[in-house]
């Protein structure tokens, strides 16, 4: 039911198309004949003459149209076959739409019939000129047709090409994701075989913990959005295990507005943050160290800030590059799903320190990318 009403709005837009043009060349007619004193020839007389026109080509165009279809004129390379097919085809439809238009127009109006008595004679006055206007419409419906074919082609072609750009894209976000699982791995197995000899108890603890992490990670792995609130849980998971390893020595506390916890993060992006924080400013000395995650929103925006009081970034840091890989992935996916707006700084704190700010839009309802 629902095509048949659009096949319907169709054929009645078709038409109106049509009688629209009519009526437009019915007043050209009518002005002309004006212009010239022939008042004989009144308007309803040449909206007759061009009503029967234009519906003809209504009938004959759809004809034309997948003749065109069948046989497009390529550019490139310019196909001369087809090309040559429209002389013969041009000349045929033209012929047969005058052919049909002077018998109706002799059919209807009587004053043709009292001048040519004959069919034949409405022919010979007036085939070749109305033949010649038959001709320069029929290359105009061409024309028409494959300027609607060619741009159909062209956007066929761009939704082609965002399409390809989108699925280069997601296949760039999830090879930047997967990068982030073995380098984590391999960071967790090398504390835990240090341990295995040292404290047992505390590898059996590290491993226990890193198997609930990697089936946290698995079950979405399909994902690269998911809540906030999701996203602590992966990093809480991570730092229990992060916690056995180091013991009192890591303290870590989270701040979190209630609001920001509904907000759509990737996935994974703050668990390389404070694993750099972990191995810049826990790991390499004996003294305590914190970690403040900070979850704010600010206007249309999410401002996640990992905070610790390690060294900061120092000379020696700078020499080996501020990045690491953990780092450069979470810049580059940031870049990926959200570029140009977002915000991703390493700032050095004035009482000591360094803190990463993410800064990406506030979404709480985002496509899975």
């Known amino acids: 039911?629902?095509?048949?009403?659009?096949?319907?709005?169709?054929?009645?837009?078709?038409?109106?198309?049509?009688?629209?043009?009519?009526?437009?060349?019915?007043?050209?007619?009518?002005?002309?004949?004006?212009?010239?004193?022939?008042?004989?020839?009144?308007?309803?007389?040449?909206?007759?003459?061009?009503?029967?026109?234009?519906?003809?080509?209504?009938?004959?165009?759809?004809?034309?149209?997948?003749?065109?279809?069948?046989?497009?004129?390529?550019?490139?390379?310019?196909?001369?076959?087809?090309?040559?097919?429209?002389?013969?085809?041009?000349?045929?439809?033209?012929?047969?739409?005058?052919?049909?238009?002077?018998?109706?127009?002799?059919?209807?109006?009587?004053?043709?019939r009292q001048q040519y008595p004959a069919l034949f004679d409405c022919y010979r006055a007036y085939f070749a000129f109305g033949f010649y206007i038959d001709l320069i419409i029929a290359s105009l419906i061409v024309v028409a047709v494959h300027a609607l074919l060619f741009y159909q082609n062209f956007r066929a072609s761009e939704l082609a090409q965002s399409s390809l750009k989108t699925q280069l894209a997601h296949s760039q976000l999830r090879a930047l994701k997967m990068q982030l699982h073995p380098h984590f791995l391999f960071n967790t197995l090398h504390s835990i075989s240090s341990l295995v000899l040292e404290d047992p108890p505390k590898a059996n603890s590290m491993i226990a913990r890193l198997g609930d992490f990697l089936r946290l990670t698995l079950e979405n792995s399909n994902q690269q959005l998911v809540s906030l609130k999701e996203e602590t849980e992966f990093l809480r998971c991570y730092l229990e295990i992060e916690q056995v390893r180091f013991g009192d020595r890591l303290t870590v506390a989270f701040e979190l507005e209630p609001q920001t916890l509904a907000a759509q993060v990737p996935h994974l992006i703050l668990q390389p943050v404070v694993e750099n924080a972990i191995q810049h400013a826990i790991a390499p000395r004996a003294t305590p160290g914190h970690i403040n995650i900070e979850a704010k929103r600010l206007n249309s925006s999410l401002r996640l800030e990992v905070r610790d009081n390690g060294p900061g970034i120092t000379s020696d840091r700078d020499s080996r590059g501020t990045e690491g890989v953990g780092l450069r992935n979470v810049r580059a996916r940031l870049n990926q799903i959200y570029a140009p707006n977002f915000r991703f700084e390493l700032i050095n704190r004035s009482h000591g320190g360094l803190a990463v700010v993410i800064e990406i839009p506030f979404q709480q309802d985002a496509e899975q990318l």
């Open 1 to 112: 039911m629902g095509n048949l009403k659009i096949n319907w709005r169709r054929a009645l837009l078709f038409f109106s198309g049509w009688t629209l043009v009519s009526i437009v060349f019915a007043l050209i007619s009518y002005a002309a004949a004006i212009g010239e004193n022939h008042k004989e020839f009144g308007f309803v007389a040449a909206l007759k003459l061009n009503l029967v026109q234009f519906y003809l080509w209504a009938i004959l165009s759809p004809l034309l149209f997948r003749f065109s279809r069948r046989f497009p004129i390529e550019l490139r390379p310019l196909n001369i076959r087809n090309l040559l097919l429209y002389f013969p085809a041009l000349i045929s439809f033209a012929g047969i739409h005058q052919l049909i238009h002077l018998t109706v127009l002799w059919s209807i109006t009587p004053r043709w």
